[in-house]
């Protein structure tokens, strides 16, 4: 099958748009404008009330999120435009997703979680990864058929990568951003440990622009370390210093523990992350003994 080549360059509308994100006070009533329009169209859906809204307050959270790392800068404009695209193809309709609803009566899924390797360079506590003698890794032609379908099949184009690690993924002398820049159409959510995010990484990261990695903590340092690692979390600062200086939207992941679940959400730890280290989102999983 021949391969879908996407033009990276700007279209007039796209540079218009990125005019209007760069400048504060536009996008302050951009933002706002943006918030309703995205009510309107969710609430014409056919999804549950309760979906609609939590669609709703997960989108209004990236996009006010966003604007506060527009503000401190830390965004470059590679993926100020992956992320323009993404939120486009998100609210407009596509081909593929209105014939999917002709046939089978309702929308495709929304996005695709992959998890391409069970490979880790970690031994975090209560995780399968890391664990296995010879951890299995999906060749990199499937992993490509697999986005190139998704994308042309269902008019999906967001990815959710987790593992093992994403950043050991290796198949055919390809790693995970040579699948992203294979994918320009498709935005990534990388769940990642970060200890494998050196500058030259970050750069690249910055430079595709649709990549966007959460990055695994537990809370403060001590209990970060007690689950990951000695060491770890320092790790995980100089990550989130190549990945601010490369301009490449992050967030934390986090897992709710009875050793952590008071201090997850305190004031001390939101601001560490949010303001002082400047993470856009946050996620929190629920531990899942297995």
């Not at 309709?93 to 609803?101: D, I, L, V, Y």
């Not at 995980?236 to 190549?242: E, G, L, P, R």
């Not at 986090?254 to 201090?263: L, Q």
Request: aromatic share 12%; net charge positive; glycine share 8%.
């Amino acid at each position: 099958m021949a391969k879908t080549i996407v033009d990276r360059r700007p279209t007039t509308a796209e540079s218009l748009l990125l005019g209007v994100v760069r400048n504060n006070v536009l996008r302050g009533s951009a933002v706002w404008l943006a918030d309703r329009a995205i009510w309107e169209v969710l609430k014409r859906s056919n999804n549950p009330p309760g979906v609609k809204r939590d669609e709703w307050l997960t989108l209004r959270g990236l996009i006010y999120s966003f604007d506060r790392v527009l503000r401190r800068g830390l965004v470059s404009e590679p993926a100020v435009r992956a992320f323009l695209r993404f939120a486009r193809s998100r609210l407009t309709k596509h081909p593929a997703r209105e014939a999917f609803k002709k046939k089978y009566g309702h929308y495709p899924p929304g996005f695709l979680a992959i998890s391409p390797t069970r490979a880790c360079n970690l031994n975090c506590k209560g995780c399968y990864a890391g664990t296995e003698k010879n951890p299995k890794t999906l060749d990199f032609a499937t992993f490509d058929r697999i986005l190139r379908e998704m994308w042309e099949l269902w008019g999906a184009c967001f990815v959710v990568i987790s593992g093992g690690e994403p950043f050991m993924y290796k198949s055919d002398g390809k790693d995970l951003l040579d699948v992203a820049e294979a994918h320009p159409e498709m935005y990534f959510l990388v769940y990642t440990n970060g200890t494998l995010i050196d500058e030259e990484t970050a750069k690249r990261m910055g430079e595709l622009g649709n990549l966007t990695p959460a990055i695994s903590v537990e809370g403060k340092v001590a209990t970060t370390e007690e689950r990951r690692g000695e060491g770890v979390f320092g790790k995980v600062m100089n990550a989130f210093a190549n990945l601010r200086a490369a301009g490449v939207p992050f967030g934390i992941s986090m897992t709710a523990t009875r050793f952590n679940c008071d201090e997850l959400l305190s004031d001390e730890v939101v601001e560490f992350y949010f303001e002082e280290q400047g993470a856009m989102y946050g996620w929190i999983f629920q531990y899942m003994p297995i």
